[in-house]
């Protein structure tokens, strides 16, 4: 591999520009998400609040409101107030429950609105997180948080079944996607479908092909984690 710039650049350039990249900096020191967003990175995603997340931002400064940061791990109830004066998106609300907790807690951060995405659990794992792929499931959820006043349900976010072929995590984004064209029909004051996040290192062809136009990649910039 070349430099994580160039690394970056290589990526971008073969990736049509109405796919966004979430650069994923998991373990990442500041000095490498500085690289990354020197050479023109403009979204940051973090899976952990705290340490990781906190430190890295207040470590790079002023380069840090340069980007748009993503919470592309759980969010803790205990983790919220440290998370919302840094994340710009959180993309893995899993209930309705942690979406009234952000929305009481969000003015307190300095902040009038937060886009989200919902986390879909597409393979119905039970290790993972996420709502069940179930259209009547999310119908009801987005309805019965419509009044909530902070929060901007964006779209929908899934990991899938992790495959070392990623043509077999291709039945997982499709159901994602015709889940997300279907929701798209559902109007409520603060949700509208238009960021599928879908993708990673191994799977983001297969993911873009399905309909993904936000992927999450790490390894693939910055190589393989030691």
Do not use: C
């Amino acid at each position: 591999m070349g430099t994580i710039a160039d690394n970056y650049k290589r990526l971008r350039d073969s990736i049509s520009p109405e796919v966004a990249i979430i650069v994923a900096s998991k373990t990442r020191t500041p000095e490498e998400v500085k690289e990354v967003i020197e050479a023109g990175a403009t979204n940051i995603g973090e899976n952990y609040v705290y340490p990781e997340a906190v430190n890295k931002y207040k470590l790079l400064g002023d380069t840090a409101k340069k980007v748009r940061w993503h919470l592309i791990g759980p969010l803790q109830k205990n983790k919220i107030n440290k998370a919302l004066p840094i994340f710009d998106m959180i993309q893995t609300v899993d209930s309705s429950r942690i979406l009234r907790d952000i929305d009481k807690r969000l003015e307190k951060a300095g902040k009038s609105v937060i886009p989200i995405l919902l986390e879909i659990n597409s393979g119905g794992e039970e290790t993972k997180s996420g709502f069940l792929p179930d259209f009547s499931l999310i119908k009801d959820a987005l309805l019965e948080i419509e009044e909530l006043k902070h929060i901007r349900i964006k779209g929908l976010m899934t990991m899938g079944p992790a495959f070392g072929n990623p043509e077999d995590a291709r039945p997982y984004f499709k159901l994602t996607r015709e889940l997300f064209e279907k929701l798209g029909d559902i109007r409520t004051v603060n949700s509208e479908m238009k960021i599928l996040s879908m993708g990673m290192s191994n799977s983001y062809r297969v993911a873009i092909e399905e309909g993904s136009n936000m992927v999450r990649i790490g390894s693939l910039i910055f190589g393989m984690r030691t």
